[in-house]
């Protein structure tokens, strides 16, 4: 038996004060090193920044004293995101702007990943648009020594994990990966048991946790409720303790990211805002623990 990892990632938005997916601007009302601080004063190993975070880091302080300023407070994990358009001719649609500075970050601060957004919706009724320019991406990846975490949301044109699960496979490339978010995984109506049978381990790159309602509030699309309506984990109606346990059978050993957004979260101190993300993710992680015994086999095939 081992015990479940206890190193916890503040993914961006945990961090990212009053900004929102999607605003007029992502950039976090606080600077990138006090987020590095405060996250690292709540016992965080590591916390992730989104491309608006990253432009202002570039030009002010740089990639290279940020990550200084991590090591010296010890976070040793820093993520970046998010990758949009990226099947798209780059003459077409001008992402590939975006994406060098995504890499450029990434290879300063020794980022394990880069989350790829998937396209928009509906649900694509083929894959195979997306298997050369993914891999191709991931070849670009493959160079800086990340690998890219593509991250299914119910609301895009790659709406479930099982279909995140495919692409990959059929993409094969060592630095092709997924991210696993629980509110994702729920809200697409996959059940534990089908995320089990359809995920591979070894393309497993992260894992994110929150929690939600049992349903979006009446006359509230799915985008809104991810946005303002997630709960802290253990305080809302999504299994996330099965989450968890399922996550550790199948062999990750973390860190587990938190993934905080919420009209309530937003309203918080940063360090209270950390506080709350930081113990209602660790008693879950303890009822997850207690409810089984987890084989040390293979359990470091997909840890970071």
Not at 46 to 54: A, K, M, Q, S
Not at 156 to 162: D, F, K, M, N
Not at 273 to 292: F, I, K, Q, V
Request: with cysteine; charged share 25%.
């Amino acid at each position: 038996m081992t015990s479940i990892s206890r190193d916890l990632v503040a993914t961006c938005w945990t961090t990212a004060g009053t900004a929102v997916p999607d605003g007029p601007s992502e950039r976090s009302s606080f600077s990138a090193r006090e987020r590095v601080s405060a996250a690292a004063d709540a016992g965080f190993v590591g916390l992730g920044f989104v491309v608006d975070d990253l432009e202002v880091v570039r030009d002010t302080i740089g990639f290279d004293e940020l990550r200084a300023h991590a090591d010296r407070t010890g976070i040793r994990h820093l993520e970046v995101e998010l990758v949009k358009d990226w099947w798209h001719d780059p003459e077409e649609r001008p992402w590939r702007a975006r994406w060098d500075l995504l890499r450029d970050a990434a290879r300063a601060f020794g980022s394990p990943m880069v989350k790829v957004a998937p396209p928009p919706a509906p649900t694509v009724d083929s894959l195979e648009p997306f298997v050369g320019p993914f891999r191709r991406l991931a070849d670009e990846a493959a160079e800086i020594g990340t690998r890219l975490a593509l991250e299914p949301l119910p609301f895009a044109g790659i709406s479930s994990l099982p279909q995140g699960s495919e692409l990959v496979r059929v993409v094969d490339h060592p630095h092709a990966g997924l991210v696993v978010d629980s509110w994702h995984v729920f809200r697409a109506g996959t059940s534990l048991a089908e995320l089990a049978r359809t995920l591979d381990p070894t393309t497993v790159v992260g894992v994110e946790v929150n929690d939600a309602d049992a349903e979006p509030q009446a006359g509230r699309s799915l985008f809104e409720d991810t946005r303002d309506n997630r709960r802290y984990p253990g305080e809302g109606a999504q299994d996330v303790v099965g989450f968890l346990r399922t996550m550790a059978e199948l062999g990750w050993s973390g860190p587990w990211g938190v993934e905080m957004l919420s009209i309530e979260h937003r309203a918080k101190t940063l360090g209270d805002a950390l506080d709350a993300a930081r113990d209602t993710t660790l008693r879950c992680l303890d009822l997850a623990e207690a409810a089984h015994h987890f084989p040390t086999a293979d359990a470091s095939s997909i840890s970071r």
